[in-house]
């Protein structure tokens, strides 16, 4: 892990901080602010999410090109007036990694360079690490999908339990 941009500031400029490619998962507090996946529209858990949802096409990216406009964005290839990115995660994968999954808001502010494309999403397996994101199995990711609710502004908390304990108070944490 590497402090990532979320809900609270860090308490020390030395401290690692989360940067494009570097295959940690951002630290801190975070808000949980859409679904997406390869359910389509009509679909009963589409027509029942209480986030914003995005379908995977094979049009959908999520932008990590820190040169470009549309960094740290997911974003319909066809809807882009020109395509300025080199790189780009894919939304529709044929691994089943993002058939469902929820958009972590760490770089909000689509800072170039600071992370982008940070996502909860299905595992490839137990124990197998991702390249930045958090996963978990597609019992669990569905189950957790279906419960989450705008009104409610889901948020999830990502901390090596001696920073938990040590900021629970001044961030107010559960």
Same mark, same amino acid.
């Given at each position: 892990? +590497?402090?990532?941009? @979320?809900? =609270?500031?860090? &308490?020390?400029?030395?401290?690692?901080?989360?940067?494009? *490619?570097?295959?940690? %998962?951002?630290? *801190? /507090?975070? +808000?949980?602010?859409?679904?997406?996946?390869?359910? *389509?529209?009509?679909?009963?858990?589409?027509?029942?999410?209480?986030?914003?949802?995005?379908? %995977?096409? &094979?049009?959908?990216?999520?932008?990590?090109?820190? +040169?470009?406009?549309h960094y740290n964005q997911i974003?319909?290839?066809?809807? %882009?007036?020109?395509?300025?990115?080199?790189? =780009?995660?894919?939304?529709?994968?044929?691994? #089943?990694?993002? /058939?469902?999954?929820a958009v972590i808001a760490h770089?909000?502010?689509?800072?170039? @360079? #600071?992370?982008?494309?940070?996502?909860? =999403?299905? $595992?490839?397996? &137990?124990?197998?690490?991702? +390249? @930045?994101?958090?996963?978990?199995s597609l019992a669990d990711m !569905?189950?957790?999908? !279906? $419960?989450?609710?705008?009104?409610?502004?889901?948020?999830?908390?990502?901390?090596?339990?001696? #920073?938990?304990?040590?900021?629970?108070? %001044?961030?107010?944490?559960?």
């Open positions: 892990m +590497a402090w990532g941009i @979320g809900l =609270h500031p860090l &308490a020390h400029a030395s401290e690692r901080r989360k940067q494009e *490619g570097d295959g940690c %998962a951002p630290a *801190g /507090v975070f +808000a949980i602010t859409a679904l997406f996946g390869e359910a *389509g529209p009509a679909s009963a858990f589409v027509q029942s999410a209480r986030l914003p949802y995005r379908c %995977a096409s &094979a049009r959908l990216k999520c932008v990590d090109d820190p +040169a470009s406009r974003i319909d290839q066809e809807m %882009a007036d020109a395509v300025d990115w080199r790189s =780009h995660e894919e939304m529709l994968r044929e691994d #089943e990694r993002y /058939v469902i999954g770089n909000a502010a689509c800072r170039p @360079g #600071e992370g982008s494309c940070i996502f909860l =999403h299905v $595992w490839q397996a &137990a124990g197998v690490p991702t +390249a @930045g994101c958090t996963a978990a !569905t189950e957790i999908c !279906t $419960w989450l609710d705008a009104a409610s502004h889901p948020l999830i908390i990502q901390l090596p339990e001696a #920073e938990y304990r040590r900021r629970k108070d %001044a961030w107010n944490l559960p």
